[in-house]
């Protein structure tokens, strides 16, 4: 279902002075980036209030046939990555932030529509109290989560794709569509948005980390709140490892527990500040949320089978009091508060980079950060040889590798390793091989990262099947022929 045109100026001049600001310091506060990625040049900085103002940018755009491309982010906070950099040069930046309207949340059935600057933190207060609770990840409260979910950003609960039902997509070619959902075949978004796979082709999974269109609105599934939370943790030595990972697939496959659970090594519980376990090489963290009556049975049942399996040098289901004692800065209790819905880290993020605000992280974060994000298979001979590489690399090298392992239950295992490093010349360089040093070692092993920063987003390197990669250089001609949106990303 196309959405109606609207008008768009016909003075180009009168369009670029109402929108556009290419003004010096504004092209240099955008262009700092916290991973220190070679610096790419923007021709302006473009900020949208409305989805009839992008879509007038996109049809001006279209006038002069790709010679002044566009990238957007939805709030630009994808640090690690390359934050609001372009993967080209010469790229009008598009900053969707002021588009930051919760267009609807239906309470019946736990769904709400979202434009892209829409927050962590301001759909959590939205919907505080409401019986529902949004599926959070860990980054700041301030981050938009159409971004993250565009990029499958992993939440505390699950997937951020998982919580997708349909989006909203300005194309290339200046057309605009609804996908997901059964949005297509209905103009009640009510009835529409029960069901995310539609009828026939469902175009929808185009649009994740792809440059065919800009993501305008997205409704997106909230989960319903449980009667109780309470968070698992538990400390043990580098050679259970294999062992305690075994232990969580058992729970898993078992249907005992659903919910998301991440190992911390010894650098990353540094790094995190995170508390207890000083004799461990690593920290497990995890949740129950469940009814109050199911509680009492699993709680018992998981407190007995973590004391008799030996893997733990110490184990511990916390509850609710024990939280009500802590401070608003203990990183256990930020970590709770994020299994159930509520994101309070910006604060503590600062912190982490040595900054008064999260505004000021890419610009005057003390320490540079780099994310390597490889996708292995659920197997534990797959994870002790990808820790293994890892060590290895720690030895050798000046800079702080940091590890986490992100257990969903699925049949991968999600590694989330940062490289932190002195933001001077040389330790830059340093960093940035080290990334690539470990993505040719992983890719050796054919294991890849379902994630990129800007310097590694080449599909025709990573696409081994040549005719994969042309389909989506034809899907590309078809939404965006001039190649207006985002070039150089993937396609």
């Given amino acids: 279902m196309l959405i109606n045109k609207v008008e768009v100026s016909d003075s180009k001049k009168t369009f670029a002075q109402g929108f556009l600001d290419t003004s010096a310091e504004t092209l240099l ?20 209030s409305s989805y009839e103002e992008l879509y007038g940018l996109i049809q001006w755009l279209l006038e002069y046939k790709g010679e002044v491309p566009l990238y957007p982010v939805s709030t630009g906070k994808n640090w690690g990555y390359g934050s609001k950099n372009p ?43 409401s019986g529902y609770r949004l599926n959070v990840t860990n980054a700041a409260s301030e981050t938009s989560i159409v971004g993250n979910a565009l990029e499958r950003g992993i939440g ?65 599934s909230l989960i319903p709140e449980n009667e109780k939370y309470s968070l698992i943790k538990c400390a043990f030595k580098k050679d259970k490892l294999a062992s305690v990972y075994e232990f969580i697939r058992y729970l898993y496959d078992q249907n005992i527990l659903n919910t998301y659970f991440k190992i911390y090594d010894s650098s990353a519980s540094g790094t995190y500040s995170l508390e207890g376990g000083e004799e461990a090489d690593y920290l497990l963290y995890g949740n129950i949320e469940t009814s109050e009556e199911f509680y009492k049975v699993i709680s018992s049942y998981l407190n007995e089978k973590m004391t008799a399996s030996n893997l733990f040098l110490e184990s511990h289901i916390y509850e609710d009091e024990y939280f009500e004692k802590l401070d608003n800065t203990s990183v256990d209790k930020i970590i709770y508060d994020t299994f159930r819905g509520v994101n309070d880290l910006s604060g503590f993020i600062s912190k982490l980079f040595s900054v008064n605000s999260i505004d000021e992280i890419d610009e005057s974060g003390h320490d540079g950060w780099l994310f ?28 702080v590798i940091s590890t986490s392992i992100k257990c969903p239950k699925t049949k991968s295992i999600d590694l989330n390793i940062s490289i932190r490093f002195p933001r001077d010349p040389l330790m830059i360089e340093t960093a940035h091989q ?17 994630r990129h920063g800007i310097d590694a987003q080449n599909g025709d390197e990573y696409f081994i099947d040549k005719h994969y990669i042309n389909q989506l250089k034809s899907l590309k001609n078809v939404f965006d022929p001039y190649g207006i949106i985002a070039p150089g990303r993937y396609i």
């Fill in 29 to 48: 506060n955008n262009g700092y980036s916290i991973s220190d990625h070679k610096a790419r040049s923007i021709n302006g900085v473009c900020t949208p």
């Fill in 87 to 129: 993967v080209s040069d010469n790229c009008i930046l598009v900053d969707l932030s002021r588009m930051n309207k919760i267009v609807n949340i239906n309470y019946k059935t736990g769904i709400a529509i979202i434009e892209p600057g829409v927050t962590q933190k301001q759909l959590s207060q939205e919907i505080k109290g």
């Fill in 156 to 220: 505390t609960s699950r997937s951020r794709v998982e919580d997708v039902i349909g989006m909203e997509v300005v194309l290339g070619n200046g057309n605009a569509v609804k996908v997901g959902g059964l949005w297509p075949v209905s103009t009640d978004d009510e009835v529409a948005l029960s069901y995310s796979h539609g009828i026939g082709p469902n175009l929808m999974p185009l649009f994740f980390q792809s440059n065919f269109g800009v993501v305008t609105k997205m409704a997106i």
């Fill in 372 to 399: 390597f994000v490889p996708v292995i298979p659920a197997d534990v001979e797959y994870l002790k040889k990808s820790i293994k590489i890892i060590n290895d690399y720690n030895e050798t090298t000046p800079l």
């Fill in 434 to 450: 080290l990334l690539a040093s470990l993505r040719r070692e992983f890719e050796s092993m054919n294991l890849y990262c379902y």
